[in-house]
């Protein structure tokens, strides 16, 4: 991909907001090698509740998107620029849900049809999705994730 990141992000119309911090005592963020671990991230705007009850998949799959957003704030606050960026290797998604819920893979999409977006086929990843009893602050959705960096 020829084109910066920050391009592709103006193409699709996405304003990074500035890196949220995280929720208790740990670190936003761990460099390690050429590896970047993004701690958990949920969607912007503190929505509240259960996918399923509260929320149906398509909301969820906006959330996911949010949540996307927020780890992609994260990621340029760590490197200074996107374009540090060698490949988003994987991300898990805990899904607050109804025991009933049966989309959550569905739900994650939001995630990952960004970042496929966002990255082309860089964007593409390893994933894996848990419905969770509850999460914190009643979140619908928290994203971990991981990425190459360059060297």
């Known amino acids: 991909m020829g084109e910066s ?3 592709r992000l103006k193409q699709l119309g996405i304003e990074l907001p500035d890196a949220s911090g995280p929720a208790a005592k740990y670190a936003n963020y761990v460099i390690t090698g050429n590896l970047l671990f993004v ?3 949920g969607p912007s705007g503190n929505p509240k509740g259960k996918l399923g009850r509260e929320f149906t998949t398509e909301e969820g799959y906006q959330y996911a ?3 996307a957003i927020e780890v992609l704030a994260v990621v340029k606050d760590a490197l200074g620029s996107l ?5 988003v290797v994987r991300a898990q998604g805990l899904v607050n849900a109804d025991p009933e819920f049966e989309e959550h ?8 049809d960004l970042m496929n977006d966002v990255f082309g ?4 990843h390893a994933r894996s999705v848990m419905g969770a009893n509850s999460l914190r602050e009643n979140l619908p959705i928290v994203i971990e994730s991981v990425f190459e960096i360059k060297s």
């Open 39 to 41: 701690s958990g991230k």
């Open 105 to 112: 893979h569905k739900v994650l999409n939001g995630f990952s």
């Open 5 to 7: 990141i920050e391009n």
């Open 121 to 124: 086929e860089k964007g593409l």
């Open 65 to 67: 998107r949010l949540a």
């Open 83 to 87: 374009d540090q960026v060698s490949r």
